[in-house]
Every structure is written in structure tokens, then in C-alpha cells.
């Protein structure tokens, strides 16, 4: 599984330096264009995140101990913080799509800097988009575990799913821990 | 696999802790600290993904060896931008001959 994650760390690691090289070279369209994300939605979202990477952590716990009830009850919390996540995250798109901001034919941006604004907005909308869809997987892997773990699949002998389903949401957390200072929070002063 | 099972009390603590993180940076990203203000952000993302690293993925628990399997993932992680930036922060150092001549 940590190999898998350290594929991953690569993956999105690209990513994060494209991000920092455009960054370097067109630091005040990224300034401006990094003021129009909405900051309060930002932080709700970190906070809700990192509230599903505890309940998870408890379903873990749970599993360890052989608590079939609470391991569902923990998982099913888990995936409710996901979907609030995913639902502002879709606000926030559909906001932005209102705005003419998603780049393209259609995006509109104030200013002498407006195409160096999309290539941010280029960074935002794969990176977060990227991130939401390891989301929606670790959602839908959860949704299996449920089962399973209704099932009677696993004990305090046999949990190893359930520890790794809990390693797999960790790191999509870890990515959003980074993606939230960098995109929302680094040019707001 | 770890085997040893971490107190739930540690878990709320972690997560206090984050939660505290999280305020931290989001304030600090209002005072003008000038290029300060990536340094802050990232030193407290990174206190935040060690502290979930160790405790809510076990890994403070676990054996030497996935210490080397995670340690990879970053150091890889490492050399990429290592190398990278080693091209884009020294582009300017030197005067460029302006063409085939």
C-alpha cells in the first residue's frame, strides 16, 4: 500500500511543481487570480476534511478491536464529511463557473495578467478536480468495506482492508492539506 | 500492519491539534509577511501531514522498514524538484548566446 501511496506522492507531486514553476514565473496574475477563491469555503473544507480523517482513524480503531457496529457507523460519517466536501467543492465550481473563470473560450478575467490568470485557474480546476475524484474512488471504496464489514468479513485477526482503505483517505487528506495553503492562502496578505 | 492499537485519546489530541494548525495558518495568511507568508503556509502544511503521517496512519508505530518505503515516496518526491528547480532557478545565472552563430 505504501507504494501505491508513494506512485501517488509522485502524481500529484507533478503536479504540485507545475504549479510552483508557473508560480515563480507569473507570481502577480497568480496573487489576483488566487484572490477570487472563496477563502471561508476553503478553510470549512480543510476543517470538514480533516474531521472525516478522524472518524476514519476511529472506524480503524473500531476495526482493530473488532466493533462491527461502530466500524459501520464510523465508516457511514466518514463518507457524509466526504460529500459535504464534495458538495462545496461543486459550490465553489459552479461559482467560479458563473464568473467565467473556468478556463477556456468562455473564461473572463479583469486586467493585463488575464492569461496568465488561466493558467492558474488551469492548476486549480486539475488539481482540485484530480483530488475530488480520489475522493469519489475512496467514497466508493468505503461503500464496499461497509459491506464487507456487515458481512462479518473481518475481525480483530483480519482488518487489513479496512486499515488500508484508512491509509488511502489519510493521503487524499495530506493533498489537500497542501492544496488548501497554496491555492486559497499564500497571496491573501 | 500495525499491530499496536493507538488510544483514542491520542487520536482527539492529533485532531485538536490540526484543528488549532488550521486556524493558525488561515490567520497568519491575512498578516503581509511578504515572502514569509509561503514559508508559514507550507511549514504548517507540513507539521500537519507529518502529525497525520505518524499518528492517524500509524506510521510512528510501525517497523523500520515502512519507515523506508514512506521515506522513499518523499525522497523520490525530493529529487524531482531538486532537479527541476536546479534548471528553472539557474536559468538567468548565465548570459545566453543569442543564436546559432
Given at each position: 500500500m505504501w507504494i501505491f501511496l508513494a506512485t501517488e506522492v509522485m502524481f500529484f507531486g507533478g503536479m504540485f511543481l507545475g504549479y510552483s514553476v508557473y508560480r515563480g514565473w507569473y507570481t502577480a496574475a497568480y496573487g489576483e487570480a488566487s484572490r477570487h477563491l472563496d477563502i471561508v469555503l476553503g478553510a470549512i473544507n480543510t476543517g470538514v476534511l480533516l474531521c472525516s480523517s478522524l472518524t476514519m482513524a476511529l472506524a480503524v480503531h473500531a476495526a482493530q478491536l473488532g466493533g462491527r457496529r461502530v466500524v459501520t457507523l464510523f465508516l457511514i460519517a466518514t463518507i457524509v464529511l466526504g460529500s459535504v466536501f464534495l458538495g462545496i467543492k461543486g459550490f465553489e465550481y459552479y461559482h467560479k463557473y458563473e464568473e467565467h473563470l473556468?478556463?477556456?473560450?468562455?473564461f473572463h478575467f479583469e486586467g493585463p495578467n488575464a492569461g496568465h490568470a488561466q493558467i492558474f485557474f488551469s492548476f486549480y480546476f486539475v488539481m482540485t478536480g484530480m483530488h475530488a475524484l480520489h475522493m469519489i474512488i475512496g467514497i466508493g471504496i468505503m461503500l464496499l468495506m461497509i459491506r464487507l464489514t456487515r458481512r462479518g468479513r473481518f475481525s480483530p485477526e483480519y482488518y487489513f482492508p479496512v486499515e488500508m482503505t484508512g491509509l488511502y483517505w489519510h493521503f487524499v487528506d495530506i493533498v489537500w492539506v497542501f492544496l488548501f495553503p497554496l491555492l486559497y492562502l499564500v497571496d491573501r496578505s | 500492519m500495525s499491530e499496536h492499537i493507538v488510544e483514542k485519546k491520542i487520536y482527539y489530541k492529533v485532531f485538536g491539534v490540526l484543528m488549532a494548525l488550521l486556524g493558525a495558518t488561515v490567520a497568519i495568511a491575512?498578516?503581509?509577511?511578504g515572502k514569509l507568508n509561503v514559508i508559514a503556509a507550507l511549514t504548517i502544511a507540513v507539521i500537519k501531514a507529518v502529525l497525520i503521517i505518524l499518528y492517524f496512519m500509524h506510521v510512528r508505530y510501525s517497523s523500520r522498514l515502512l519507515w523506508i518505503f514512506v521515506g522513499a515516496g518523499f525522497f523520490w518526491l525530493g529529487i524531482l524538484f531538486a532537479l527541476a528547480y536546479s534548471d528553472f532557478l539557474t536559468r538567468g545565472w548565465l548570459p545566453l548566446p543569442t543564436g546559432w552563430e
Open positions: 473556468i478556463p477556456g473560450p468562455d | 491575512y498578516i503581509h509577511l
